[in-house]
């Protein structure tokens, strides 16, 4: 693995390289996240280049202008197109959550760029009324009560009751990676989630593949409304992780490898 910085718009983009394969995997990473969450995934792509960044304001990277889903979308197309040398390479790229998001702003405006692209416990759908509100008051408690009670509050809902009982070390791992976060960036994510369009006629316009992982107990994306999109591409893979909730990556680590395995099949051939 090799570590690699990126300087755009003068602001220190962080990032780690995996391999040297000829196709090229992106892992972008959710919210409140960096890219050590797809630590079990660095490994298990033989034949891949992974690229797996810290986003703008995660991380080891710095907090940019415009931290928008399509701001951070720009941000990193940039740093593949400094990567990558082959100019019409294309990549797959797959989003975790929030990272999802990003994938499909990039999906919208960079789509010759693309062979396929996966939501991870992701979804096109903005955000409704009660998610709204429910950011709103994530915002007051950065802001009131500070980054160390919010993440505490906020990630051990992100696993399932079994992650929960039986390896709480994964949680207690995640929430110490999440106390470097600034409030201000915290904020910012929410800012734009809460903002960010409905992408679901890029689903159904999507002339690439497209995967879909769901957790079976996920809380933060849940199946129900995943199951409603899945459909909607031309081409689509789709399965549920039984024992994960919203972090299958980490919950369910050779199942959710596999899905991606069987999905880089498909890209390939496209
Ligand atoms: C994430 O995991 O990135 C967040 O749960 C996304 C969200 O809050 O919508």
């Given at each position: 693995?090799q570590?690699?910085?990126?300087l755009?718009?003068?602001?220190?983009?962080?990032?780690?390289?995996?391999?040297?394969?000829?196709?090229?995997?992106?892992?972008v990473?959710?919210?409140?996240?960096d890219?050590?969450i797809w630590?079990?995934?660095?490994?298990?792509?033989?034949?891949?280049?992974?690229i797996?960044p810290?986003?703008?304001?995660s991380?080891?990277?710095?907090?940019?202008?415009?931290?928008?889903?399509?701001?951070?979308?720009?941000?990193?197309a940039?740093l593949?197109?400094?990567?990558?040398?082959n100019?019409n390479?294309?990549v797959?790229?797959i989003?975790h959550?929030?990272g999802?998001y990003i994938?499909?702003?990039f999906a919208?405006?960079y789509?010759?760029?693309?062979?396929?692209?996966?939501?991870?416990?992701s979804?096109?759908?903005a955000?409704?009324?009660?998610?709204i509100?429910?950011?709103?008051?994530?915002?007051?408690t950065?802001?009131n009560?500070?980054?160390k009670?919010?993440?505490?509050?906020?990630i051990?809902n992100?696993?399932?009751?079994?992650?929960?009982?039986?390896?709480p070390?994964l949680?207690k791992?995640?929430?110490?990676?999440a106390?470097?976060f600034?409030?201000?960036?915290?904020v910012?994510?929410y800012?734009?989630m809460?903002?960010?369009?409905?992408r679901?006629n890029?689903?159904?316009?999507?002339?690439?593949?497209?995967?879909?992982?769901?957790?079976?107990?996920?809380?933060?994306v849940?199946l129900?409304?995943?199951?409603q999109l899945?459909h909607?591409?031309?081409?689509?893979y789709?399965?549920?992780?039984?024992?994960?909730?919203?972090m299958?990556?980490?919950?369910e680590v050779?199942?959710?490898n596999?899905?991606?395995?069987n999905?880089?099949?498909?890209?390939?051939t496209?």
């Open positions: 693995m570590e690699k910085k990126f755009y718009l003068n602001k220190q983009i962080s990032y780690s390289t995996v391999g040297e394969g000829e196709s090229v995997l992106v892992l990473h959710g919210f409140p996240e890219r050590r630590k079990n995934q660095w490994d298990a792509f033989p034949g891949y280049t992974l797996i810290d986003l703008p304001g991380g080891q990277s710095e907090a940019i202008e415009d931290m928008s889903m399509e701001g951070l979308a720009t941000a990193l940039c593949l197109e400094a990567e990558i040398s100019k390479q294309q797959t790229l989003g959550s929030m999802g994938t499909l702003a919208e405006k789509p010759e760029r693309l062979n396929g692209f996966g939501l991870f416990h979804t096109s759908i955000d409704n009324e009660q998610k509100e429910a950011r709103k008051k994530g915002i007051e950065i802001r009560k500070g980054v009670t919010f993440v505490e509050g906020m051990p992100l696993y399932a009751e079994e992650t929960k009982e039986k390896r070390q949680i791992e995640q929430i110490e990676w106390y470097n600034s409030g201000e960036n915290l910012s994510y800012e734009a809460m903002k960010r369009p409905d679901t890029l689903l159904k316009q999507s002339k690439v593949p497209v995967l879909f992982i769901f957790g079976k107990s996920d809380t933060a849940r129900e409304e995943g199951l899945c909607l591409p031309e081409i689509s789709i399965d549920i992780l039984e024992h994960s909730a919203h299958g990556m980490r919950e050779s199942k959710a596999k899905l991606i395995t999905f880089l099949r498909i890209t390939a496209t």
